[in-house]
């Protein structure tokens, strides 16, 4: 949970709430209920904003609130394109001391989505749930590949899901090709492997499967900020609302996830998110069924 | 038509035969027939190539052949990536003096495809069609549309179908949106418009309609070239045979040349083309089913 500076061509926030956590719970929250949120902020982490999540059914016990340090903070301006951005500034702030307690009350959940943190920090919350749950899923990055690669690599073997991008899987495997490295990364570990491609969609792997979901189309893209975030989010969401860890389940569960990634970008930070309706997520749905349905007859 | 010398990280050919024309007559000859071509070869043009087509139901009856010169010859080398190639070597030969006359007996072609010549050749071939075809698709590049932009514009208020890939539609448009973009070239007369994003997939748009379709994800890319002409071949190919020029059906007809397309960049030129078998095309066509396809239940 942070707060971000954002300067993209089509404005900027000087101070918005932003962070993997935030993104992931506004996305997951409109599938299920409570979305147990394990995170830290400082004494600059305003009121509102934990009312207005709580609200939509995301529980605080496992938020730790430190008085005297500010929060994460983040600062980015993306170039033109909105596919790259140069990082300002990184005040980690509380996050530097961040060690994650999972609540008493949290032992029952059954799909975890660890954000992207330290792989250590990672093993350290799946150590701490006493019944492995029923789905783990992860984020990692650049970062944490060429940083912490033996601590990466014992995370992925404990997990079901990786997501990473497309840059990501390539550094992770040293393969170029997508498939070549989709089927590196499976034998680490995660059964389930999501390449990311931002504007170009995303890969599903598994076993030998594999699915592709695009991007919607769009006129612009005001702020790319926490499209990863909250593509997770609708991911882990949809999964944990219908209970179905199936890799055709998954598949709409990144339909679900892309849907939800479509909305992130309209404005700045996660001002989107936060005034979405059920309706308009289930019209986008459909958008995206009219996108990629076809009808073929083999002659 | 053209003999092509290519290089890629997997190996280089000397001498191949190649050009649009080629690809877009191999592609196509596996759903209509006859494929009428209209092009010209010198007198390095070897029999067994004409023969090779002739027996796919390609007929050369349009296709001029000049003595005294040789045939249109290039040569390019492909970077790492695939995505990006030098041109080491063009010699227009032949093509320095083609004045495409379409013959009495293609008088009937109902669909015709345009490839990337000069606009004001384009502007000719549809001037001699005494009744104008059904649907008539073209293709052009960056070089036409900075080198003879008026003809263009004229071409392009005359066609059904323009096939671009993502970099050309922001040229021709400045516009770096592709649904801003494809909104603008709709304006400029092509009730369809297809934007080619290379492994990343085409997107089919149509009034305020948008289909998009996937690249097959792949190993390798053995060499891409004349994928986008196999690409147009096939799309082409398919609304041919089944005479139906509707969107829901052009759709379909994505799907088709992208399945072409898949199999065109597994060899060398068109070596993969030659060989292809209607079962192979059914298989790979099932596989784009399996890509895309999800079941969703809206609650």
């Not at 882990?236 to 990144?254: C, P, Q, W, Y």
């Amino acid at each position: 949970m942070a707060y971000d500076a954002i300067e993209t061509p089509f404005g900027k926030r000087e101070k918005i709430v932003g962070g993997s956590a935030v993104y992931v719970a506004y996305a997951a929250s409109n599938f299920v209920k409570p979305v147990n949120l394990v995170s830290i902020i400082g004494n600059d982490f305003e009121g509102s904003e934990i009312s207005a999540l709580e609200q939509k059914g995301v529980s605080f016990e496992g938020v730790e609130r430190v008085k005297d340090k500010k929060s994460f903070f983040w600062s980015g301006r993306y170039h033109l394109d909105m596919n790259t951005r140069d990082t300002l500034v990184t005040d980690l702030n509380v996050l530097a001391d961040f060690n994650p307690v999972i609540p008493e009350s949290f032992q029952d959940s059954e799909f975890l989505m660890l954000g992207n943190l330290h792989p250590a920090t990672q093993i350290s919350v799946i150590g701490q749930m006493k019944t492995r749950p029923r789905l783990i899923a992860m984020d990692t990055m650049n970062y944490w590949i060429s940083s912490a690669p033996e601590d990466l690599k014992t995370v992925l073997a404990m997990v079901d899901v990786l997501m990473v991008n497309d840059s990501e899987a390539r550094e992770l495997t040293h393969e170029f090709s997508l498939v070549k490295a989709a089927r590196t990364i499976i034998e680490m570990g995660p059964k389930f492997l999501i390449i990311k491609k931002g504007e170009h969609g995303a890969l599903l792997f598994h076993k030998n499967q594999v699915f592709f979901a695009p991007a919607l189309p769009l006129e612009e893209v005001f702020d790319p900020t926490g499209a990863g975030d909250t593509f997770a989010g609708g991911f882990v969401g949809h999964l944990a609302r219908t209970k179905d860890i199936s890799f055709e389940n998954m598949k709409t569960a990144i339909i679900v996830g892309s849907a939800m990634a479509s909305f992130c970008v309209e404005k700045f930070g996660p001002e989107r998110l936060k005034e979405i309706t059920k309706t308009e997520i289930d019209d986008r749905i459909r958008q995206f069924i009219d996108l990629v349905n076809f009808d073929i007859a083999l002659v």
